[in-house]
């Protein structure tokens, strides 16, 4: 069984930061990819943010340049820092592992989601 514990949502005024973090625990042999997807009200769940394994990373068209995503492989760890964040930013995050083979499967795992709101 793998589980995923999010941490670092809450509530922040337009122009300020957040940092997000996501830590897998688990019979976890390797992960292929971690990331951060997004769901407003009344929106589909969305891609924020996503790095594999080896480091490569994909952003969601909006961050334009004010997220970073990082991740710690030995500590099955990702973080997201979040700056320059706008209303519109203001949704459930959830953290996803991607490709996650343990002693039998293989499959990708979901987070409970974090609430970010970001006020005007």
């Known amino acids: 069984q793998v589980q995923l514990v999010e941490s670092g949502g809450g509530l922040v005024q337009a122009g300020g930061s957040l940092r997000l973090s996501c830590a897998a625990s688990g019979s976890i042999l390797s992960i292929n990819a971690m990331g951060w997807y997004r769901q407003a009200p009344g929106k589909q769940r969305e891609l924020v943010a996503r790095?594999?394994?080896?480091?490569?990373?994909n952003y969601g068209e909006f961050v334009k340049g004010r997220f970073t995503i990082s991740v710690s492989n030995a500590k099955n760890t990702v973080y997201l820092q979040m700056n320059s964040l706008k209303a519109e930013d203001t949704a459930v995050y959830y953290c996803?592992?991607?490709?996650?083979?343990?002693?039998?499967?293989?499959?990708?795992?979901w987070g409970q989601g974090t609430q970010v709101t970001v006020s005007s």
């Open positions: 996803a592992a991607l490709g996650v083979v343990s002693l039998a499967t293989r499959q990708d795992y």
């Open positions: 790095i594999t394994s080896g480091r490569n990373t």
